[in-house]
């Protein structure tokens, strides 16, 4: 039976990893955002109520609703509901990599992403921090992307303010927000975000998303030819 193929793309938040979503259309591979994983878990422990800084209630109450997420069709699903852009809100970016520091909630995710489209034996394209890494290390192709943090934080801004008009935070803001989850995601000692000497190296700067899409697919096609 052939193997399924992985692509692994990692770097920090805005560098411009959201052309995976172009990019598995394009293949036809399924997409697996799991930075939208611990985004839903986040929105679970700010609705639950509880210290997001208790680390072990947090871990308690990941546990016990790991089961209301799930995959349908390749959409994530938070009980019972598609996730939609209600994780991607400055609140959520602000406290998200509280919760992926903690050990214990990493632990329970990574079966979680490596079951994906596992069953089905899908093709996928995987984006994250620690996908080539931790999650799928026999990824065929990786990739580390990244950008500017001016640029970055630049593109979040313009992110926030096209979904919510009524948004009244400054870039500033926005750029300290990355500032830290850069931080914490490079540094903490858990699966940290880092640069892999085989992962072909993206830095978006100055690129347009075509030109991002049109590498990307370059690199896929050249090293996932069959
Ligand atoms: O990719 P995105 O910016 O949506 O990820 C949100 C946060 O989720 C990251 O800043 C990081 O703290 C966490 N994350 C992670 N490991 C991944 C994906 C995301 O720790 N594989």
Redesign the pocket.
């Given at each position: 039976m052939k193997e399924r193929d992985v692509i692994a793309v990692?770097g920090?938040?805005?560098a411009g990893?959201s052309v995976c979503a172009e990019v598995a259309k394009r293949l036809g591979y399924a997409l697996l955002?799991?930075?939208?994983?611990?985004?839903t878990l986040t929105l679970l422990v700010l609705r639950s109520q509880i210290d997001p800084h208790d680390v072990e209630s947090v871990a308690r109450l990941i546990k016990c609703n790991l089961g209301c997420i799930s995959f349908w069709n390749n959409q994530l699903i938070f009980s019972g509901q598609p996730v939609r852009d209600e994780?991607?809100t400055p609140q959520i970016?602000a406290l998200?990599?509280h919760?992926?520091?903690i050990p214990a909630v990493?632990k329970l995710?990574v079966p979680l992403?490596r079951s994906f489209g596992a069953e089905d034996r899908l093709d996928i394209i995987a984006?994250?921090?620690?996908?080539g890494s931790?999650?799928f290390p026999e990824a065929r192709v990786k990739i580390f992307m990244t950008a500017d943090p001016s640029i970055r934080a630049l593109r979040r801004f313009d992110q926030y303010r096209e979904k919510d008009p009524a948004y009244a935070g400054t870039l500033d803001q926005v750029r300290n927000e990355l500032r830290a989850?850069d931080m914490?995601?490079t540094t903490?000692p858990e699966?940290p975000?880092i640069r892999l000497p085989e992962a072909v190296f993206i830095d978006s700067t100055f690129m347009t998303k075509q030109e991002v899409l049109d590498k990307m697919l370059q690199v896929c096609y050249m090293r996932v030819a069959v």
């Open positions: 990692d920090p938040g805005a990893k955002d799991s930075g939208a994983i611990y985004r994780i991607r970016s998200v990599h919760i992926a520091k990493r995710v992403q984006e994250g921090r620690d996908i931790v999650i989850r914490e995601d903490r699966s975000l």
